[in-house]
T-cell receptor, first 116, second 116 residues
Framework: GAGVSQSPSNKVTEKGKDVELRCDPI?????LYWYRQSLGQGLEFLIY????????KSGLPSDRFSAERTGGSVSTLTIQRTQQEDSAVYLC??????????????FGAGSRLTVL | AQKVTQAQTEISVVEKEDVTLDCVYE???????LFWYKQPPSGELVFLIR??????QNEISGRYSWNFQKSTSSFNFTITASQVVDSAVYFC?????????????FGTGTRLKVLA
């Protein structure tokens, strides 16, 4: 697509429920990143994909968080047994390739998650 | 370790004033990249500029200018003759070429309010 697409744009869920957030990167972008932006905070790195593999999962806050990417394209971030502290905007970004740190990230509009 | 500090949480200026957003970074690498992104109220981060560690030339793009000083580990952003449309949150980010982690570390952002 023309840009990075994320869905849903807004999700309200009850504590303890599972949620899935989807990211559709720009066609041809091999690198994909998930970040979390909490109210008044910066962007917290969660996970990075190169193709379908995730060389760096170090930012995932707990084992309730997982992510996968299929076909080198769409990625899904899953949060199990959601907690109120999971409430945030989850941002996805993609770039042509990783490996040098020079690549410009293109961001989606984000998925705002509210856990009641 | 990588770190980006944006000490200014929020700045308010009156339209047509000049404003400088500060960014201080920490890295052990000799090769790294610095970025500025703008996050307007719509939420989608927009890329503004990328600088590599070997290029300390200042850059000007219209009303925007960037001052990169390795001696003080700073990469400051100046908006000249600010306009209401400049109101947004601005993020400074750092990536390291050799770390292999491919993380882009973001500061906590500076919210700029330009008042008419």
């Amino acid at each position: 697509g023309a840009g990075v697409s994320q869905s849903p744009s807004n999700k309200v869920t009850e504590k303890g429920k599972d949620v899935e957030l989807r990211c559709d990167p720009i066609s041809g972008h091999t690198a994909l990143y998930w970040y979390r932006q909490s109210l008044g905070q910066g962007l917290e790195f969660l996970i990075y994909f190169q193709g379908n593999s995730a060389p760096d999962k170090s930012g995932l806050p707990s084992d309730r968080f997982s992510a996968e990417r299929t076909g080198g394209s769409v990625s899904t971030l899953t949060i199990q047994r959601t907690q109120q502290e999971d409430s945030a905007v989850y941002l996805c970004a993609s770039s042509f390739q990783a490996g040098s740190g020079a690549n410009v990230l293109t961001f989606g509009a984000g998925s705002r998650l509210t856990v009641l | 370790a990588q770190k980006v500090t944006q000490a200014q949480t929020e700045i308010s200026v009156v339209e047509k004033e000049d404003v400088t957003l500060d960014c201080v970074y920490e890295t052990r690498d000799t090769t790294y990249y610095l970025f500025w992104y703008k996050q307007p109220p719509s939420g989608e981060l927009v890329f503004l500029i990328r600088r590599n560690s070997f290029d300390e030339q200042n850059e000007i793009s219209g009303r925007y200018s960037w001052n990169f000083q390795k001696s003080t580990s700073s990469f400051n952003f100046t908006i000249t003759a600010s306009q209401v449309v400049d109101s947004a949150v601005y993020f400074c980010a750092l990536s390291e070429a050799a770390s292999g982690t491919y993380k882009y570390i973001f500061g906590t952002g500076t919210r700029l309010k330009v008042l008419a």
